[in-house]
T-cell receptor, first 116, second 116 residues
């Protein structure tokens, strides 16, 4: 079955360490996204990528970095510069065929990051 | 600027009762609107979407939503709640700038509880 795989499901890190969250999709989607979810705040866009080797900052990109070397993969690095990294991180993808805004997002099951 | 407002962060209904989750949006162009559902520690799953055409949209699990342009609303309803409907629900509108497709702005979510 096609889908999005995020790993690991739970991640624990010490403050000051960088950590990379994995996101892989086999849906053949061009566009991929990273969202952060905090209780009561909904989802906020961190970074997105519409094609390989290209990505753009979302609403809360500070303290994060991404790469898009392959169509299937869009890893997110949470750097030590991110002031409040503990959160639930969701990766998503969508089709860009047809050139419309009505492509729904397909989500992975998320990674819960705890930094102490 | 575009925005999504979900009225009520928590809604509680009895099993068999009507479910009504409210969503209002702000958009300077005709919006594309979505409802997603999230079960604990999982990603988001698309319930339904409105793009153009019929203003009453039917989705999965017996949910439906009506687009009302005059009220800038897209409320989600289900005639009879089931215990399995307990989850968090997110309303979203598709962004209109930045050239990205499928890039959504989410509301803060409404947690639905279903009492036996």
């Amino acid at each position: 079955d096609g889908g999005i795989t995020q790993s690991p499901k739970y991640l624990f890190r010490k403050e000051g360490q960088n950590v990379t969250l994995s996101c892989e999709q086999n849906l053949n989607h061009d566009a991929m996204y990273w969202y952060r979810q905090d209780p009561g705040q909904g989802l906020r866009l961190i970074y997105y990528s519409q094609i390989v080797n290209d990505f753009q900052k979302g609403d809360i990109a500070e303290g994060y970095s991404v790469s898009r070397e392959k169509k299937e993969s869009f890893p997110l690095t949470v750097t030590s510069a991110q002031k409040n990294p503990t959160a639930f991180y969701l990766c998503a993808s969508s089709s860009t065929s047809g050139g419309s805004r009505n492509s729904p997002l397909h989500f992975g099951n998320g990674t819960r990051l705890t930094v102490t | 600027a575009q925005s999504v407002t979900q009225l009520g962060s928590h809604v509680s209904v009895s099993e068999g009762a009507l479910v009504l989750l409210r969503c209002n949006y702000s958009s300077s162009v005709p919006p594309y609107l979505f409802w997603y559902v999230q079960y604990p520690n999982q990603g988001l799953q698309l319930l339904l979407k409105y793009t153009t055409g019929a203003t009453l949209v039917k989705g999965i699990n017996g949910f439906e939503a009506e687009f009302k342009k005059s009220e800038t609303s897209f409320h989600l309803t289900k005639p009879s709640a089931h215990m399995s409907d307990a989850a968090e629900y997110f309303c979203a509108v598709s962004r209109i700038y930045g050239g990205s497709q499928g890039n959504l702005i989410f509301g803060k979510g409404t947690k639905l509880s279903v009492k036996p």
